[in-house]
């Protein structure tokens, strides 16, 4: 059974930088597929931050391109994002996905809450 | 960048009615959209891949159709448990874009 468990701290400050982590655990980060982060702001819809393949290969949305970073670490089958400079535009929900290549999200986090607050 | 449009935004229910659920994209798009149900406090759930192909634990009740730039989900005979926000996605080009939602309520 894939599962995967996003770590968040909650609250960021403005201008700081917003680190999360995905747990992966029933399957291998290096066996495959694009490692997602898609989120969204509360009550509003569901927008696709980027992905990562286990060799390190990164695509972004542009829109988020110049502030996002996705990094893997397959020694602890986990992937993270970084997210700079963030405001209080970036408060939302994160989930991470498992995509396998121009396919749907098939696997889903429960959602990580952060906030972006002084 | 793709944009998806659904419609309507909002439709409430009676149980056992059908519900139809458009979603179309501003370019062709093939098959590559994908449907989700996003209940309350869950993350969405993947219900119907490539228009129409169903998903295994998903009831039949759900369907999907459509290609190129028009695609429908359908929920026959609506049941309770089925009141959520349903989300279209498409996946044929990046960056990967979902419509706007639309929250299904039951009378």
Do not use: M
């Amino acid at each position: 059974q894939v599962q995967l468990q996003e770590s968040s701290p909650g609250l960021v400050k403005p201008s700081e930088t917003l680190s999360l982590t995905c747990t992966v655990s029933g399957y291998s980060i290096t066996s495959g597929y694009y490692w997602t982060w898609i989120r969204q702001p509360p009550g509003k819809g569901l927008e696709w931050i980027g992905a990562i393949f286990h060799s390190g290969s990164t695509y972004y949305n542009p829109s988020l391109e110049s502030r996002v970073t996705i990094s893997v670490d397959t020694s602890k089958n986990k992937f993270s994002l970084s997210l700079s400079s963030v405001t209080a535009a970036d408060t939302a929900f994160y989930y991470c996905a498992r995509e396998a290549g121009i396919s749907p999200f098939d696997y889903w986090g429960q959602g990580a809450l952060v906030t972006v607050s002084s | 960048e793709i944009v998806l449009t659904q419609s309507p935004d909002f439709q409430s229910v009676t149980p056992k009615e059908k519900v139809t659920i458009t979603c179309r994209a501003s370019q062709s798009i093939g098959n590559s959209l994908h449907w989700y149900q996003q209940k309350p406090d869950q993350s969405p759930k993947l219900l119907i891949k490539y228009a129409s192909q169903s998903i295994s634990g998903v009831p039949s009740r759900f369907s999907g159709s459509g290609s190129g730039t028009d695609f429908t989900l359908s929920i026959n005979r609506l049941e309770a448990e089925d009141a959520a926000t349903y989300y279209c996605h498409q996946s044929s080009s990046l960056p990967f874009t979902f419509g706007p939602g639309t929250k299904v309520e039951i009378k």
